[in-house]
């Protein structure tokens, strides 16, 4: 993974608090900002989706507290890097650097390291991640993901132990979800239910996910380095809820563990993002962009 340079404020949560964080960061940077171009949905559509490929930085700050959570306050950033193509595949780099302080101390400090790599055909996802509390490994999860010809998805977990595992058919890796999304946005759907596995927390874990999604909208953001690309493109505001599966395949609540609110562009860029968790919600802003020139396979 690539080294990146973070600055964030000087605020964290209580060492002690029960509340997710680590949770959403795993979850919510692999699914909300992969961009990743179409895996098998690419071959129900006329034309495959075009992705861009990017560095993207996102400045993180708490949205609102309720509760235990009322006097916690965080801020932080995420970077985020993205490149490949059809032919060697797409790897994603992301870091995640957050600062939480609560009412009673003292100051934590949460660093999430990840990188994902996917096939351009969509049958096989690598996933290697850390997630660091004041500097010490709290945990890892490191393995391969792939699709047998059954369409079911055999995983070869390493970390954070050695076993292997198979999930039925039906469940997408992140691209796929990502792309179907787009995909759906496109031809008008307006609610999409499906199962994910992207190899976050324990790495042996699926998310049931419902989505609604708006109607399009053309952009007119201006205002931030880089952001050029996306002046005039279409977007679709998006609320993306993820459940948790119990042992039989159902959700095991009917809450959900965290819901997503972002616009989504055409081109798999996400801004405006809000994590909602009930007690609390936090926003990713967009702070900076620089595009990667594309390059066609048949030019490599």
Not at 30 to 39: E, K, S
Not at 76 to 81: I, K, M, S, T
């Amino acid at each position: 993974m690539t080294n990146v340079e973070m600055n964030c404020d000087q605020e964290s949560k209580e060492k002690n608090s029960p509340l997710p964080i680590s949770f959403w960061v795993e979850r919510v940077v692999l699914i909300t900002f992969i961009m990743l171009v179409v895996g098998q949905f690419s071959k129900a559509r006329s034309e495959p989706v075009s992705l861009a490929g990017h560095r993207a930085v996102y400045d993180i700050a708490l949205e609102n507290g309720t509760g235990r959570a009322g006097n916690l306050t965080a801020s932080g950033r995420v970077v985020l890097e993205f490149d490949g193509d059809a032919c060697q595949g797409y790897t994603q780099n992301m870091r995640f650097l957050t600062r939480y302080l609560g009412p009673n101390g003292p100051a934590t400090t949460s660093d999430v390291q990840s990188t994902t790599w996917e096939s351009g055909d969509g049958t096989i996802f690598r996933f290697n991640s850390r997630q660091y509390q004041d500097g010490e490994l709290k945990l890892s999860s490191r393995g391969d993901a792939a699709r047998e010809d059954s369409s079911d998805i055999s995983v070869d977990l390493i970390e954070p132990e050695e076993r292997e595992f198979n999930f039925s058919e039906g469940i997408l890796f992140p691209t796929e979800h990502l792309m179907l999304l787009i995909a759906q946005a496109e031809e008008g759907a307006r609610f999409v239910q499906r199962d994910v596995f992207d190899g976050s927390d324990t790495g042996d874990r699926v998310s049931a996910t419902s989505a609604v999604i708006g109607q399009p909208v053309r952009s007119e953001i201006t205002g931030i380095p880089g952001v050029e690309p996306l002046n005039g493109m279409i977007y679709w505001p998006v609320s993306l809820a993820y459940f948790e599966l119990g042992a039989d395949g159902q959700p095991g609540e009917e809450v959900p563990s965290y819901q997503l609110s972002f616009d989504l562009f055409r081109n798999g860029v996400s801004t405006d993002i809000l994590i909602d968790y009930g007690e609390f919600a936090l926003r990713a802003t967009l702070s900076e962009i620089r595009f990667f020139d594309a390059v066609a396979c048949e030019d490599q």
